[in-house]
């Protein structure tokens, strides 16, 4: 009796541990599976997007050739986040122009394709970036006749890649840490499973199936099941532990996405600043050659469609180097800084002030005739010639020549019409400097 009590308990115990074994079996296969996943897709989204934040920052400087812009841009990338272990910008033939940190891993093919290659350790991202000039539309979205729409194709080229690698470190660690707390919930729920089937077989075997089925819940996603602790009679710890289990895992899965998306959104607030930050002028904060490119189309587009007037300053302070040279670059600067303010006083808010580059700088004016750009170029030129700095205790004063130029409906080109504006700039430097000189109307 004794032996037959002993076999009957030690298939009561089999019949009911084993199937709680494969279940939570299968919940630690799927769980670290599912949740494994996650976090290396997780990695490579990280990795693609810190590649396509540094591709889209460093367009204007890799078109531009500038070196060192680049070199900031791969060190600023590297401090944005401690698992890139190496950041490299190449050009278009695959020459070398910045890098920071150190890869180990072997570079992605470069051909002309978004690439992400993962190797034992490391996660390594490929990102191309192109040049994209599109003629920007209206943003009013009044229907337009077929006859006055003018949309000039993108046209795109391919500048160089961006390429990151990140470690894999921390997620290899991650996943040790998931698994190990994953067996030892599993062990944990195993010998207590195998304690309540030595009591009562019955009770055990529907208490397990009852719990059995909210397992199979969790394990196909439905984190929301719960089990009925007080219908769980002796199982009821069991019940409070898998609960308890299924709480963690839904934490962990809330705390992941919260991360995931507070990392995205992080990411998305980096590239409007990369974007705000390459359309303002770093020195004197007022628009960028870029900006002023965009808005000038954009205005052109306007004033062609309304029959509104559009004009155009075209600016450059007299004798700068002689300021450099005579002062040195600081104090240059900060005449540039001086002039920026001043110009800036004067205009409206609609009205653009942007700096070309060196001591160049244009307003875009819109509604806006010739003889009222005239006027206020005049303001301008008297304002900044009555300004001065001082400098080593003395004032510096300094002057600018000034062209303006009338948008012409018939040119539709922004290179043209800064050509006439540039032209007219050249005479005012011709007839002595510190003047304003309007185009000269076609006979």
Not at 55 to 75: K, M, N, V
Not at 396 to 416: K, N, W
Request: aromatic fraction near 4%.
């Amino acid at each position: 009796m004794k032996l037959k009590l002993s076999g009957v308990r030690v298939r009561l115990w089999l019949a009911t541990a084993l199937p709680a074994m494969l279940v939570i079996a299968l919940l630690v296969v799927g769980f670290t599976s599912q949740y494994g996943g996650r976090m290396t897709e997780a990695l490579k989204d990280r990795g693609a997007a810190s590649a396509r934040q540094l591709g889209s920052a460093a367009e204007f400087s890799l078109f531009a050739g500038d070196q060192e812009a680049l070199a900031r841009l791969a060190e600023a990338t590297m401090r944005s986040d401690v698992q890139l272990r190496g950041v490299i910008i190449y050009n278009a033939q695959g020459q070398l122009r910045a890098a920071a940190g150190k890869m180990k891993a072997r570079a992605p093919r470069l051909d002309g394709a978004v690439q992400i290659v993962q190797s034992k350790d490391a996660l390594v991202v490929s990102q191309p970036i192109y040049s994209t000039a599109t003629v920007p539309m209206d943003d009013v979205y009044a229907p337009v006749p077929e006859e006055d729409t003018r949309i000039r194709a993108t046209e795109s080229r391919l500048l160089g890649y961006a390429v990151v690698e990140m470690s894999l470190e921390v997620l290899a660690q991650q996943r040790r840490e998931l698994l190990i707390w994953s067996l030892a919930t599993a062990v944990g729920g195993l010998m207590l499973a195998g304690v309540m089937a030595s009591v009562l077989a019955d009770l055990v075997s529907s208490q397990i199936g009852r719990i059995n089925r909210v397992v199979e819940l969790v394990g196909e996603g439905h984190l929301a099941e719960r089990v009925d602790v007080a219908h769980s009679g002796i199982l009821r710890p069991l019940a409070v532990g898998i609960n308890a289990m299924v709480a963690r895992i839904a934490t962990t899965q809330e705390e992941l996405q919260h991360q995931i998306s507070q990392a995205t959104q992080e990411l998305r607030d980096q590239k409007e600043a990369a974007e705000q930050a390459a359309r303002t002028d770093s020195l004197t904060g007022v628009a960028s050659r870029r900006a002023f490119s965009e808005a000038a189309e954009a205005e052109m587009q306007r004033a062609l469609r309304y029959r509104t007037e559009l004009s155009l300053l075209m600016m450059d302070l007299d004798h700068f180097k002689v300021v450099n040279d005579t002062h040195g670059h600081v104090t240059g600067d900060a005449v540039l800084v001086s002039f920026a303010q001043t110009v800036q006083q004067l205009v409206r808010k609609v009205d653009l002030v942007a700096r070309l580059g060196g001591e160049e700088f244009v307003v875009l004016l819109p509604n806006i005739t010739a003889e009222q750009a005239t006027a206020l170029a005049e303001r301008i030129r008297e304002a900044v010639h009555n300004s001065h700095l001082l400098v080593d205790g003395k004032p510096l004063q300094f002057s600018v020549s000034i062209g303006v130029a009338q948008f012409d409906r018939r040119e539709l080109s922004l290179t043209g019409w800064m050509a006439r504006a540039d032209a007219a700039l050249y005479r005012a430097k011709a007839q002595g400097r510190n003047c304003v000189v309007l185009e000269e109307a076609e006979a």
